[in-house]
């Protein structure tokens, strides 16, 4: 039965939603771009002042939905990150022709789809938030649908993910079919008295695919640079930040919470694939001439490193998850942010190939400062989140002694910097009279350039003193007893 | 073994009959159809009746996006009664904390209708195309 306590909890989820429905009466009533954009923003930042609230109250546990700090921080995060695409996607659809609204309607959703992922403990809320966050992102990558990339990659990114929501759903039903459980502490507490079985480990490899194809793990990476390079600045950048994170947060509470994925294949073959995932990813970086094909491949070896702490996952692999999630998004939306803005307003496709970026700094230069912070940051330089972020990856691997994944870390940081320094050096070159798409003159002044420039300064505040951010995190994630 | 089978077929020979019944309805309803119907010639006469798309010829066909529009709002609004059977078959049981989720839950599916109606998805036939086209919409 629903008590106070589970409404003041579902607060936040609540909020967005009604935002949502909000957004949605008042575009059937009047089409106004600003207003839109205000409400959704005034509602993000209502729910998250409320999720103060609903932490400051303690943990609250519903059969379907658990709130406690894990949730909390994937809903944080899920949030924030909604709330800058929001505020590039008003800069970016400022010159879009077609209907502006519905854009923030799907964000929305897919933000409370996100956050309802974060806090699942029951198969069905892992199902419903899942697709709940995918289904507005088919429509939101096809949202400039005139163009024909953007149209690709959102029908590519429906087939393909379509296919991994089958395996999730066939991976369930078969851990059903061995346990007779659906919640996930009770579904794996079965599987480890019935002793698993072949069934099992079906079920649990299949379910493997269908979040690691959202993740974009190596062998399930493939969709990654097209669907990033077609789809519209804001709607990659979410894909990119807010989607991702919160199906990590789902996989690290499933491996955390599971005494039945501590055993020693599953850590071989979660290492395996951090392993390939660094390699390939960074690899296929290198041959890019395309920013949002680089930055997705980027993000590919990024997951990489993050699944080291998942292979690990005791002592501090929670919160060095969740330090590298934080530094990871805001160093992907500060970069996806400068290529959003330099495409903004919309004319035609993105401006992501690299020829666009040829001497940027003396055209732009604080937009190219800060790319230049981004790129450093992504690749792990000192005095910057990014290095915070991989200090705390490679010493989970030291101290847990996975000598192969620190190996992978270290070849694939050194492959890193060769291809994020190549971008940088395209920046500062001087321009050979060919002119690159541009920003507008006053984009400093407009809320997307602020959300930029401040997460610039984030990412070298955080480089110089990561304290607040590691102490708030180590509250947040330590486990309450 | 003898008992079994004896058990199986008390326990399904009404299957057995449906299925021989059914074949034999078929096909007299389709003897005597043509024993006793008319014949008309026509080009398009041969050709397999699918619910009125032509079955046969190229892929690259153009369909009204209309059709998908209306058979997915049926969907959506369809499924979403089915959730109220559920309701109304506990009304008394889940009482007022029942009611008002409900009640929310029409809330939605009736601010979901006056936008659809609002966007135009539910308009079948085209609006005239000269405004809507050159804004781009």
């Known amino acids: 039965m629903l008590t106070s306590a589970h409404m003041m909890a579902l607060t936040p989820v609540i909020l967005v939603c009604a935002t949502a429905v909000t957004v949605m009466l008042g575009i059937a009533w009047r089409r106004q771009h600003a207003a839109t954009a205000l409400v959704s923003i005034l509602g993000l930042n209502l729910a998250l002042v409320s999720l103060y609230l609903v932490y400051s109250a303690g943990d609250v546990s519903t059969p379907l939905l658990v709130f406690d700090r894990l949730s909390m921080l994937g809903m944080v995060l899920v949030l924030a990150s909604t709330l800058a695409c929001l505020t590039m996607s008003h800069a970016y659809l400022e010159g879009y022709p077609g209907r502006k609204e519905e854009f923030y309607l799907l964000m929305l959703c897919a933000a409370a789809g996100g ?166 990813g960074n690899l296929l970086a290198l041959i890019q001439t395309n920013l949002k094909r680089l930055l997705g491949y980027s993000s590919i070896a990024h997951f990489g490193y993050l699944l080291v702490a998942l292979v690990v996952a005791d002592g501090l692999a929670v919160e060095t998850a969740g330090i590298y999630l934080i530094t990871y998004l805001m160093t992907t939306l500060g ?132 304290t607040p951010v590691i102490d708030w995190m180590s509250v947040l994630t330590s486990p309450v007893h | 073994m003898e008992q079994n089978a004896t058990a199986i077929i008390a326990e399904h020979w009404a299957i057995g009959v449906f299925i021989v019944a059914v074949i034999a309805l078929c096909a007299f309803m389709i003897g005597v159809s043509s024993l006793l119907g008319g014949r008309s010639q026509g080009r398009s006469k041969s050709l397999p009746f699918e619910s009125g798309i032509v079955g046969a010829g190229s892929a690259r066909q153009r369909f009204s996006v209309k059709f998908y529009m209306v058979a997915m709002l049926f969907v959506i609004f369809d499924i979403e009664a089915v959730f109220l059977f559920a309701w109304s078959v506990s009304v008394k049981e889940v009482g007022w904390a029942g009611f008002w989720g409900a009640a929310i839950f029409i809330f939605i599916l009736l601010a979901g209708l006056v936008y659809d109606s609002r966007v135009g998805a539910l308009e079948w036939a085209p609006k005239s195309r000269n405004p809507a086209r050159k804004s781009g919409s």
């Open chain 1, 335 to 466: 970069a996806f942010g400068v290529v959003t803005l330099l495409s903004s307003p919309y004319s035609g496709e993105d401006a992501s190939a690299l020829h666009h970026y040829r001497g940027l700094f003396w055209r732009r230069p604080y937009l190219a400062a800060v790319l230049t912070v981004c790129l450093l940051s992504l690749a792990g330089i000192p005095f910057t989140a990014g290095f915070i972020g991989k200090f705390y990856i490679v010493a989970l691997g030291v101290e847990a002694g996975r000598w192969w994944l620190v190996g992978g870390i270290i070849a694939g940081s050194v492959i890193g910097l060769y291809y994020y320094l190549r971008v940088m050096v395209t920046l500062y070159l001087v321009e050979p009279g060919m002119r690159g798409r541009d920003a507008p003159d006053n984009w400093g002044m407009k809320a997307g350039g602020v959300v930029v420039l401040g997460l610039a300064l984030l990412v070298i505040a955080f480089g110089v003193y990561p």
């Open chain 1, 115 to 280: 956050m309802v992922l974060v806090a699942s403990q029951h198969l069905a809320t892992l199902f419903f938030g899942l697709e709940l966050l995918s289904m507005p992102l088919y429509g939101m990558l096809a949202y400039t649908y005139r163009d024909k990339r953007s149209l690709e990659s959102g029908i590519k990114y429906l087939v393909l993910s379509a296919a991994a929501t089958a395996f999730l759903l066939f991976g369930m039903a078969l851990l059903y079919s061995q346990s007779g459980r659906l919640d996930i502490a009770g579904l794996l507490a079965g599987l480890e008295s019935s002793g698993g079985g072949a069934w099992a480990l079906a079920g649990a490899g299949l379910m493997l695919v269908g979040l690691g194809f959202k993740l974009s793990i190596v062998p399930f990476h493939l969709w990654t640079p097209d669907v990033y390079q077609g789809g519209p600045g804001p709607a990659a950048t979410f894909l990119a930040t807010a989607s991702k994170a919160a199906v990590f947060i789902v996989l690290l509470r499933i491996v955390m919470v599971a005494p039945a994925f501590h055993v020693e294949w599953l850590h071989t073959v979660l290492g395996g694939l951090a392993l390939l995932t660094m390699i390939v």
